[in-house]
């Protein structure tokens, strides 16, 4: 027999990793202490992504900008400190026992939501749990924080019984199994993956021989022109909102080509000699150096496969190309984990307005992180349907041109945080930790705050020329909810493959 029992809350939050948390932050600045948030994650932990992740993992920014809300970190490091899994993790406990003393927070870890029901100003959320129970949560709001749906890294599934195929994710990169042996390593990724386990083999194992099989390539944001230390932070680097500003004038929905040349050579940093990726990404000048003086091999090309032919073993390349490996070789998976699972398209909000759902199918801003603070707002404030914000759908667009991704993504985020700074009051954006313009004094982030100020309501038309050129060269959705959602119709329009208003 099922055993169901039923809760009621004001808000269920699904997910507890970053975003989730700080749509939670946001929550408990509106509600009451005798409300109450039902808080749902098939983990048993918060933390999301960074329960599961490779274990020498670190944060691509500086620690500050990584939080729930603007709860400080108490790890008492620099401040270009670059924070381990297990600080992370222990921070984002930190900013769950936080919030939990302003509101309270009923907790289902280990639970699973299967499906939710919007009716009549009340959403039905069943959850189930690994042991077959279920629980019926009633609830005013709820926010899916799903984000990306970041899961480990198998290991390759490879025809060959003569090499050692595993994944950071399972496998203990500084246990004694590889540690005794002094056979060649293959990291398969070009991704910051990929940089992180060769990074951590070449400086664990000095003078073992590290190979990368990059794909296409990746270049990455230079964190030292973002993140400029000591007095460079009065006068130099580039603020984050300064490239976005820059980069989504540039474009216009045509240009590409011509935005990535100057782009990565402006900001970026590689160690692959074609770069045919950009995915967010930061890498230092240091850790570049190292990782390129310490492979012994670069092969732009995907692998399909490891075969053992009479006494030799071979890897076998997409583009049909082979390469000779000794035995007892090891093939490590470190392909990308972003938007690699194809989940159904749903509307950033519901057309009753009382289901928020984060995620890359409707992405309205380029973190789900930010997305999670800002939306949370604008949700409590009544402001979610009525906002005329533009959904793009991330993956697609990414599968049919990863040249154009990154500027259509940066172009939709620039938009929708002009529509939110017109929709919030101050404060909002005041006490938005994750900025990362964070990291330079205030003067310098009152003056970009004040061009944004002066600036966005005239940039509006050009970010909309481009956005909407983006939608017509690649058929993909990108633009505002359907009219019908936006004011509660319930109309079916939510399955609409492309974003055209109506």
């Known amino acids: 027999m099922s055993r169901m029992t039923t809760k009621t809350c004001d808000v269920c939050i699904v997910g507890a990793g970053i975003t989730g948390l700080n749509a939670l932050w946001v929550a408990g600045r509106y509600l009451a202490r005798d409300q109450k948030v039902v808080l749902v994650d098939s983990r048993n932990q918060v933390g999301g992504m960074?329960?599961?992740?490779?274990?020498?993992?670190?944060?691509?920014?500086?620690?500050?900008?990584?939080?729930?809300?603007?709860?400080?970190?108490?790890?008492?490091?620099?401040?270009?400190?670059?924070?381990?899994?297990?600080?992370?993790?222990?921070?984002?406990?930190?900013c769950f026992d936080t919030i939990k003393q302003r509101v309270q927070v009923d907790e289902l870890f280990g639970w699973t939501m299967v499906s939710h029901d919007e009716t009549e100003g009340i959403v039905r959320i069943t959850c189930e749990s690994a042991d077959g129970a279920t629980v019926v949560v009633e609830a005013k709001r709820l926010i899916k924080a799903y984000g990306f749906r970041i899961t480990p890294n198998e290991p390759f599934a490879v025809s060959s019984t003569r090499v050692r195929s595993v994944s950071p994710d399972f496998c203990d990169l500084h246990g004694d199994d590889i540690r005794n042996s002094d056979a060649p390593v293959w990291v398969v990724g070009g991704g910051k993956t990929a940089m992180d386990t060769a990074h951590?083999?070449?400086?664990?194992?000095?003078?073992?021989?590290?190979?990368?099989?990059?794909?296409?390539?990746?270049?990455?944001?230079?964190?030292?022109?973002?993140?400029?230390?000591?007095?460079?932070?009065?006068?130099?680097?580039e603020l984050p909102s300064g490239l976005l500003r820059e980069s989504t004038r540039r474009f216009d929905g045509t240009n590409e080509a011509a935005m990535w040349d100057w782009h990565r050579t402006t900001f970026g940093t590689w160690v692959t000699?074609?770069?045919?990726?950009?995915?967010?990404?930061?890498?230092?000048?240091?850790?570049?150096?190292?990782?390129?003086?310490?492979?012994?091999?670069?092969?732009m090309d995907y692998l399909v496969d490891a075969v053992d032919?009479?006494?030799?073993?071979?890897?076998?390349?997409?583009?049909?190309?082979?390469?000779?490996?000794?035995?007892?070789?090891?093939?490590?998976?470190?392909?990308?984990?972003?938007?690699?699972?194809?989940?159904?398209?749903?509307?950033y909000v519901s057309s009753g307005g009382a289901v928020l759902s984060i995620q890359p199918r409707s992405a309205t801003l380029y973190l789900t992180s930010m997305i999670g603070y800002f939306l949370t707002h604008l949700m409590f404030l009544d402001r979610l349907g009525d906002t005329p914000l533009y959904e793009i759908d991330a993956p697609e667009l990414l599968s049919k041109s990863r040249t154009v991704f990154p500027y259509a993504l940066f172009a939709v985020t620039q938009y929708n945080v002009g529509l939110i700074y017109d929709s919030v009051p101050g404060s909002v954006f005041r006490d938005c930790g994750l900025d990362l313009d964070r990291w330079y004094p205030l003067p310098r982030r009152l003056a970009a705050g004040a061009r944004f100020a002066l600036t966005h309501r005239r940039d509006r038309e050009h970010l909309r020329?481009?956005?909407?050129?983006?939608?017509?060269?690649?058929?993909?959705?990108?633009?505002?909810?359907?009219q019908e959602v936006r004011r509660g119709d319930t109309t079916e329009v939510a399955d609409r493959r492309r974003g055209e208003t109506v």
Not at 288 to 297: D, K, N, Q, S, V
């Open 50 to 94: 960074w329960a599961d992740i490779y274990p020498y993992v670190r944060l691509h920014q500086p620690h500050g900008m990584f939080t729930a809300g603007n709860i400080a970190w108490t790890l008492g490091r620099e401040r270009s400190y670059l924070a381990s899994k297990p600080e992370v993790l222990s921070h984002l406990g930190y």
């Open 273 to 299: 000699p074609e770069t045919g990726n950009f995915l967010f990404g930061l890498l230092s000048e240091s850790e570049t150096e190292t990782i390129t003086a310490g492979l012994r091999a670069v092969v």
């Open 309 to 347: 032919d009479h006494d030799e073993t071979r890897l076998v390349f997409r583009s049909g190309a082979t390469t000779t490996i000794p035995p007892g070789s090891w093939i490590v998976n470190c392909t990308g984990y972003v938007m690699r699972h194809d989940f159904p398209y749903e509307p």
């Open 465 to 482: 020329h481009s956005l909407d050129t983006v939608r017509a060269r690649f058929d993909v959705r990108c633009g505002p909810l359907a």
């Open 200 to 237: 951590d083999l070449i400086r664990e194992y000095p003078g073992r021989e590290v190979n990368l099989v990059a794909g296409s390539g990746t270049f990455f944001h230079n964190r030292d022109r973002f993140f400029p230390t000591g007095g460079r932070r009065w006068w130099a680097g």
